[in-house]
């Protein structure tokens, strides 16, 4: 087994390994790596072959900062692994701790990578940084299953905001301004994270993000800001990703206003529409768990569109280095509690 270091003339072709394999995801793509770049952070990419000169895996790995000068690297729902594979994945672990000799740890997130039992030392299971569980919407049902198959009041819901004439809007203008309601969409989503209590992202990382997705024309991973808008006023919105044949709700939110027109039931269900139309064949929605274990609101208004929820292997660290291991860990035990 032999790990090969990958460049950007490999970009076609890495890309269509990872978008090919279940346990892909966009946050493996080539384009996403780039996005990471483009944020100030060393990104490595590789391939894994068998002996025979096959590729059975690839990984993207982003270089981490911590305690000054020394570095992590973290793969996001990564490595991603050929479904053929058969071979100890132990073999693949101490390929990457040998490419990475000064880094403290290497934390791998892999989806359906089974991590070994056997394998000496034993990667160390951290908190997931990822979602670990979420929810997959099988987009190749008729529209009438797919409304079968859901919450009845999701039904009811979805149908309410139809007759209150509810419209939704996938709209990206590509010019200054980033279209109608762009920074109303943008403040939603602050305002939300805020009101259900979980941390998010400023302003200023939203606005580069649809920056660097949209305005640079990415072919292989597209974003969407979705918008349903009542009475010429933005309910709700939600940016999107689409990779491989998997369309991602990234990240949402709702207004306190008009609750009863139901606006983002509607804004779902027509994404969902959207996507099978376009050819893909999942929409998931990124996350159905919280550290606390609980089902709040967001995790029961998702679960009520039917679907299968999928469980990941979580994010384990490979541990090159043991006292400093300790220390970081102790630091970030530290920062949690006086958070």
């Known amino acids: 087994m032999q790990l090969i270091e990958l460049s950007e ?38 391939k894994i072959i068998d002996d025979s000169g096959n590729q059975i895996a690839s990984v993207q790995f982003i270089k981490m900062s911590i305690l000054g000068k020394y570095y992590y690297l973290y793969a996001p729902y990564g490595p991603v692994v050929s479904g053929q594979w058969a071979v100890d994945s132990g073999q693949l672990l101490d390929q990457i701790k040998s ?25 160390t299971k951290s908190p997931n940084i990822q979602p670990g569980k979420t929810l997959i919407i099988d987009l190749s049902k008729s529209d009438e299953q797919l409304l079968s198959e859901m919450h009845h009041k999701t039904r009811y819901n979805i149908k309410v905001a139809q007759k209150h004439g509810v419209e939704i809007k996938d709209e ?26 979980f941390s998010t992202f400023g302003s200023d990382y939203y606005k580069k993000l649809v920056d660097f997705f949209a305005l640079q024309q990415r072919a292989d991973l597209k974003l969407h800001i979705y918008k349903a808008i009542f009475q010429n006023q933005l309910l709700a ?18 207004s306190e206003f ?53 469980e990941y292997a979580g994010a384990h660290d490979l541990v090159n280095h043991t006292l400093l291991y300790k220390i970081y860990s102790g630091i970030r035990v530290i920062n949690k509690f006086f958070r």
């Open 99 to 123: 490419k990475f000799p000064d880094s403290i740890f290497i934390r791998i997130e892999p989806k359906d990578l089974a991590l070994p039992t056997t394998h000496y030392p034993l990667p």
């Open 9 to 46: 003339i490999d970009k076609e072709t890495y890309n269509h390994f990872v978008a090919t394999n279940t346990s892909g995801s966009f946050l493996q793509s080539f384009e996403w790596g780039e996005w990471q770049s483009a944020l100030g952070r060393q990104v490595k990419r590789f």
């Open 172 to 197: 990206f203008d590509i010019s200054i301004g980033h279209g109608l309601f762009f920074d109303e969409a943008l403040k939603l989503i602050l305002e939300t994270s805020k009101r259900q209590g």
């Open 258 to 310: 008009h609750k009863n027109v139901m606006a983002p039931y509607l804004l779902h269900f027509h994404a969902m529409i959207d996507a099978k139309h376009q050819g893909l064949k999942f929409y998931d929605f990124w996350g159905i768990e919280t550290s606390s274990g609980e089902t709040p609101g967001f995790v029961r208004f998702k679960l009520g569109f039917g679907g299968t929820q999928r």
């Open 237 to 254: 919105t939600a940016i999107i990703i689409d990779f491989g044949d998997t369309r991602t709700f990234l990240f949402g939110g709702s």
